[in-house]
T-cell receptor, first 114, second 110 residues
């Protein structure tokens, strides 16, 4: 089954404690991206990657890092989380050139930073 | 400043009637527009899209209209069904720049 898998689904952590949210896709998609969803703001793009070892900043990259060492994985790293990073996070993947119409989204990770 | 706006946070429609969800954008470089549907506890799923060279695209019960001069698009669902109750996000693309609107929660009442 084609899918994007995020882990964990729920996470409560404390300010400053490094964390990683994993994202894995099984469709051999080139393009992967991370979004955060906040009330009244919709989904905002954090980082995206067009292929292995190619990453770029989205609209709200501050406080986040990503890596793309393998095609299937695109982890989101918060080196020193802060309460304003409390949000619902989605990972997505799609083939290059499809304009996100063939995008698959993960089920989301709800992060709370206290 | 939001580049993609959905000014109605929520909308209620009777089953069988038409649902019209609106979206406005400010960036004239956007050349591709998409609608996504999101159920609780799930990721968004793609619904329908339209290129800036068209003014209408239809797929079953769903039609998207684009008015480039007004920088406005709308999603029509007819007839609306209870299973259409979800949050609908409008999105716009400019190259790899991909921007979502804040979403509109549609409730279809039986």
């Amino acid at each position: 089954e084609a899918q994007v898998t995020q882990n964990p689904r729920y996470l409560i952590t404390v300010t400053g404690k490094k964390l990683t949210v994993t994202c894995s896709q099984n469709m051999n998609h080139e393009y992967m991206s991370w979004y955060r969803q906040d009330p009244g703001l919709g989904l905002r793009q954090i980082y995206y990657s067009m292929n292995v070892e190619v990453t770029d900043k989205g609209d709200v990259p501050e406080g986040y890092k990503v890596s793309r060492k393998e095609k299937r994985n695109f982890p989101l790293i918060l080196e020193s989380p802060s309460p304003n990073q409390t949000s619902l996070y989605f990972c997505a993947s799609s083939p290059i050139g499809t304009g996100m119409t063939e995008a698959f989204f993960g089920q989301g990770t709800r992060l709370t930073v206290v | 400043d939001q580049q993609v706006k959905q000014n109605s946070p929520s909308l209620s429609v009777q089953e069988g009637r038409i649902s019209i969800l609106n979206c406005d954008y400010t960036n004239s470089m956007f050349d591709y527009f998409l609608w996504y549907k999101k159920y609780p506890a799930e990721g968004p799923t793609f619904l329908i899209s339209i290129s800036s060279i068209k003014d209408k695209n239809e797929d079953g019960r769903f039609t998207v209209f684009l008015n480039k001069s007004a920088k406005h698009l709308s999603l029509h669902i007819v007839p609306s069904q209870p299973g259409d109750s979800a949050v609908y996000f409008c999105a716009a693309m400019d190259g790899q720049n991909f921007v979502f609107g804040p979403g509109t929660r549609l409730s279809v009442l039986p």
